[in-house]
């Protein structure tokens, strides 16, 4: 399985962003995924996860009330939907799956994922 994230880019605070994470290759065996991401010098930070049927879905007190995780099982594809972007946004940001399809799980840390994505850049400007 391998993942490629688009969406990011550079936008003023208060704007959206969308990003998008497709699956391809083995995709039927994507189970959780999940975004997160990194400023320069800091830890992998969680932003949001959702389970392998979208039912259950989680999200870092930073981003509750602003940031929605969506998933198309159709399509391959998770998206992270950012509204209300702070310039504390700013980093880059990673999808995650875990090549387990369990119901109802949903991943906080980095270690429940397998594959990773390249990241894109989200830049929020003041």
């Known amino acids: 399985v391998q993942l490629q994230a688009s969406g990011g880019g550079l936008v003023q605070a208060g704007d959206s962003l969308r990003l998008s994470c497709v699956a391809s290759g083995r995709s039927f065996d994507v189970g959780p995924m999940g975004w997160f991401r990194r400023v320069s010098g800091q830890e992998r930070e969680f932003v949001a996860g959702i389970s392998w049927g979208g039912t259950v879905s989680n999200y870092a007190l930073s981003a509750k009330g602003r940031f929605t995780i969506s998933r198309d099982n159709g399509e391959n594809t998770v998206t992270l939907t950012m509204n209300s972007l702070k310039p504390e946004d700013t980093a880059v940001y990673y999808c995650?799956?875990?090549?387990?399809?369990?119901?109802?799980?949903?991943?906080?840390?980095?270690?429940?994922?397998?594959?990773w994505g390249q990241g894109t850049q989200v830049t929020v400007s003041s």
């Open positions: 995650a799956a875990r090549t387990s399809r369990i119901s109802g799980v949903v991943y906080e840390s980095p270690a429940g994922y397998n594959i």
